[in-house]
Nanobody, 115 residues
Framework: QEQLLESGGGLVQPGGSLRLSCQAS????????MIWYRQAPGKQRELVAS???????NYADSVKGRFALSRDNSDNTVYLQMNKLKPEDTAAYYC?????????WGQGTQVTVSS
């Protein structure tokens, strides 16, 4: 069964850090484009970071220098390390795996940045 399982969200104070994980099953992870999106209430979904299977990584301007995406092809897992978090980073974060053969979404994990 094709599935993405996310974890790592939570409540953190401004300036803090969180690491999100997304583990894939049922797909050829190494051939997938892995993308993290986020969506805040009342706002459009925003691409946060992406990683092509060749290793090229792309970030939204709003998170450059603060967030880092990494992938472990041996464990079928992609991570999003989020540092220097701001209240405007508060959103539901979703993992997406894309290829010519699949387009799969995780269930989402909530990140709340508040003092």
């Amino acid at each position: 069964q094709e599935q993405l399982l996310e974890s790592g969200g939570g409540l953190v104070q401004p300036g803090g850090s969180l690491r999100l994980s997304c583990q894939a099953s049922g797909i050829d992870f190494s051939q997938s484009l892995m993308i993290w999106y986020r969506q805040a209430p009342g706002k459009q979904r925003e691409l946060v970071a992406s990683s092509a299977h060749g290793g090229f990584t792309n970030y939204a301007d709003s998170v450059k220098g603060r967030f880092a995406l990494s992938r472990d092809n041996s464990d079928n897992t992609v991570y999003l390390q989020m540092n220097k978090l701001k209240p405007e980073d508060t959103a539901a974060y979703y993992c997406n795996a894309k290829s010519e053969k699949w387009d799969i979404w995780g269930q989402g994990t909530q990140v709340t940045v508040s003092s």
